[in-house]
């Protein structure tokens, strides 16, 4: 479980010092470079997310049992992720999705999280999904306060609503019936 909390302080914080330090981090920036400081962010991130990776891993081995999901809510995060994957590709291609969503990264990241919350009852999920859904909410408040710059991403195009769609979807089947089990060793659909 320390491993697992270590990956989150690590890869959420790195992600938070836009929303808890922006003048901070942009005199960081200014003294040393955007180069350096998307090297160190990049480092401090993958480590974390590394740590998250193998932390919640070894804590799935021997679960703390919060509370036993009821079988519905499986059936509801099946639900609640079917817009994730095309959420996520409308952050890089700029469209109507993109437009009404506004921030489609965080909206799918709160989606996941909470669909995830529904769907398992271990301490384990509690810090994972909860942190990551916690992160989202507070990063959505933040970028409403401070706006942010464009996210890189492909050049707006009539065509970008559709080709994130029809990949989210496919990708959303994709880890459905294969991609989550083979990666996770759990099956979505039982």
């Given at each position: 479980?320390?491993?697992?909390?270590?990956?989150?302080?690590?890869?959420?914080?790195?992600?938070?010092?836009?929303?808890l330090?922006?003048?901070?981090?942009?005199?960081?920036?200014?003294?040393?470079?955007?180069?350096?400081?998307?090297?160190l962010?990049s480092?401090?991130?993958?480590?974390?997310?590394?740590?998250?990776?193998v932390?919640?891993?070894?804590?799935r081995?021997?679960p703390?049992?919060?509370?036993?999901?009821?079988?519905?809510?499986?059936?509801?995060?099946?639900?609640?992720m079917?817009?994730?994957?095309p959420?996520?590709?409308?952050?890089?291609l700029?469209?109507?999705?993109?437009?009404a969503?506004?921030?489609?990264?965080?909206?799918?990241?709160?989606?996941?999280?909470?669909?995830?919350?529904?769907?398992?009852?271990?301490?384990?999920?509690?810090?994972?999904?909860g942190?990551f859904?916690?992160?989202?909410?507070?990063?959505?408040?933040?970028v409403?306060?401070?706006?942010?710059?464009?996210?890189p991403?492909?050049?707006?195009?009539?065509?970008?609503?559709?080709?994130?769609?029809?990949?989210?979807?496919?990708?959303?089947?994709?880890?459905?019936?294969?991609?989550?089990?083979?990666?996770?060793?759990?099956?979505?659909?039982?």
């Amino acid at each position: 479980m320390t491993l697992l909390l270590l990956g989150l302080i690590l890869f959420l914080g790195t992600h938070s010092v836009s929303i808890l330090a922006p003048e901070w981090r942009r005199g960081w920036i200014a003294r040393h470079g955007e180069g350096p400081w998307k090297g160190l962010y990049s480092l401090v991130s993958l480590a974390g997310f590394a740590a998250l990776i193998v932390g919640y891993g070894w804590a799935r081995q021997d679960p703390l049992v919060l509370w036993t999901p009821p079988l519905w809510t499986r059936h509801l995060a099946l639900l609640l992720m079917l817009p994730v994957f095309p959420l996520l590709l409308a952050a890089y291609l700029p469209g109507r999705i993109k437009a009404a969503a506004k921030h489609p990264m965080l909206v799918a990241v709160k989606l996941w999280a909470l669909a995830h919350l529904l769907a398992n009852g271990t301490l384990a999920d509690l810090l994972l999904f909860g942190g990551f859904l916690a992160w989202a909410v507070a990063d959505r408040i933040s970028v409403k306060r401070h706006p942010r710059g464009p996210v890189p991403g492909a050049p707006p195009r009539a065509a970008n609503d559709a080709i994130a769609l029809v990949a989210g979807l496919a990708l959303y089947a994709l880890f459905v019936t294969r991609a989550h089990a083979w990666l996770f060793g759990v099956s979505p659909l039982g």
